[in-house]
């Protein structure tokens, strides 16, 4: 190999932190060097093959975990490293038609992956359609009716910068406005307990006063068709001043409303259109099935018919040794067969990054 500098493994962990501890001794920050190889030796039709497929399991589950992607409810399958497991795995079995029906198995569970997903949103979808979008609609076009009363109830009921309107609490009329906002102080002050409690009247609205325990405040709440809370602060004129501006903002309500409304219409548009959308990838995915079911078809063929042929009576021996053996061995001659594969993959020695490369040798 020269002055390349390389490690060599020559039989299968168990569990894949074993093979990464391996080449941990060489793939490490601090290496000088700008490359190593790693070279895994393998031997066809041996129990290398299971060896490779257990580690290639064990990695997709660990590289689920470890990955820092968002969580999510489904996942990549197959990540670079379970691949290159994957790959060796191919390369024992000798025959290239495994390796093309491993590929196939991992496109194809991918794609059902996506398939699932395409499905379970377009359910999500269908339910939105079927209850949650009506529903919603119907709330908000109830919301702007009854924002348009109260507004009604407000237009009605004007407030003149220079003449107090009035306050009515517990039955008592207050005609200016600073003893109506000492008058709603003293209300806070007497409430029993944290529970909304009726007051009076103001500009047409019924007028409330409760304690918020989330927000820790007191708050007077207008009512008519919908409520409207208000914080009580600790000036009296404030105080009316914040009623005030709570009546006459429904204008901006009304045209929030309306957005909110306009919103939703515009998203049962779009879910109607997904809905109506195929899974985009249905027709590779029923090519590739197609193609996989006929390669587990050929493959089961060839499986049997190998366990045929082994269950044929075989070529008497002496000593151990078959008739073919002994004719090579009268002639000089000896047949072997090597079923090694060589598989050496390049990567970067200090930031234990690489791709595997594979130098198949028989």
Known sequence: MGSEMCIRDRDVGWRPSDMTQRNGRIIRQGNQNKQVYVYNYVTESTFDAYLYQTLENKQKFISQIMTSKSPMRSCDDIDEQALSYAEIKALCAGDPRIREKMDLDVQVAKLKVLRGDFQNQKYRLEDKLLKTFPEEIQKQKTRIAALQQDSQIAAAHPQD??????????????????AAGERLLLARQEMPNADMMLLGTYRGFELNIRFDSFKNEHQAVLRAELSYPVSLGDDARGNITRLDNAIDNFADRIADAENALQNLEQQKQAAEVEVAKPFAQEEELAEKSARLAELNALLNIDRDRSSSQDALPKESSVSGVSQSQRRNAGTGSRTEKCGTVLCRRKADARNRTGALMLDCRS
Do not use: L
Not at 161 to 178: A, H, L
């Open 161 to 178: 910068k220079e003449n107090f309107c009035g306050m009515t609490i517990k039955g008592m009329v207050y005609d200016d406005k600073k």
